[in-house]
């Protein structure tokens, strides 16, 4: 049963709006069971699958901190809602960089705000500040960061989650229906509530995700 989240139309929209730079053999780190972005990566002619659990049955088990492929063996990479659940996420970091050829760009979005998760595997929690910081620190040129929703989006969004889990909505369908369509309804609300607050000095302090857009520069670029 799908229920809306305000959070997941933000992901899809940052996603949709920049997957266009990846193309070719693109390595999706941490795919989890769902293809959400599939659709989206027109430009890629392979697409691998990447999740530490077996049950997602990924193309390939194994850690984001570990990728057991080649260096510069993917043209693209595309990690979301990963990294805050990796005990070194430099290392994860690190590792893209090595298996991502130069002039290949890598997107990744990650939470500010967010209710604790699949514990105990939830480590961290990125501004845009510290996802600079980590891109940059291993060699990434990092192309554009932007926030993803604003204050009433952050507030819907914890309202829904807290109703989900509240109420174990995933278990009642006609109950989570009914909440998806209000979900709906708040959530459009929040996000041009948002668009609107956009360039206020206060907007620009709240945001749940941010999506980053990164390229591995050739080596006569550094």
């Not at 807290?162 to 209000?182: D, E, M, N, P």
């Amino acid at each position: 049963m799908y229920i809306y989240q305000v959070e997941r139309d933000l992901l899809r929209q940052g996603v949709a709006k920049h997957a266009h730079v990846l193309k070719g053999k693109v390595l999706d780190v941490g795919c989890g069971r769902l293809m959400r972005y599939r659709d989206l990566l027109s430009g890629a002619t392979e697409y691998v699958r990447l999740d530490v659990d077996p049950e997602s049955h990924p193309d390939v088990v194994a850690s984001a901190e570990e990728i057991p492929l080649q260096d510069a063996s993917v043209d693209g990479i595309l990690c979301n809602q990963v990294l805050g659940d990796v005990v070194h996420p430099e290392r994860a970091i690190a590792d893209c960089f090595r298996v991502l050829k130069p002039g290949g760009h890598m997107i990744l979005t990650e939470a500010l705000m967010n209710e604790s998760h699949d514990e105990p595997h939830d480590f961290w929690r990125f501004t845009r500040f510290g996802l600079n910081e980590l891109f940059c620190s291993v060699g990434f040129e990092v192309v554009v960061i932007e926030r993803l929703g604003g204050f009433f989006s952050v507030i819907v969004q914890f309202w829904s989650r807290w109703f989900i889990q509240t109420f174990a909505l995933y278990k009642h369908a006609w109950v989570g229906r009914a909440c998806s369509v209000l979900f709906f309804v708040c959530g459009k609300t929040a996000l041009w509530l948002d668009k609107r607050l956009e360039h206020s000095s206060t907007g620009q302090k709240f945001t749940l995700d941010h999506i980053i857009v990164a390229k591995k520069p050739h080596v006569h670029e550094r």
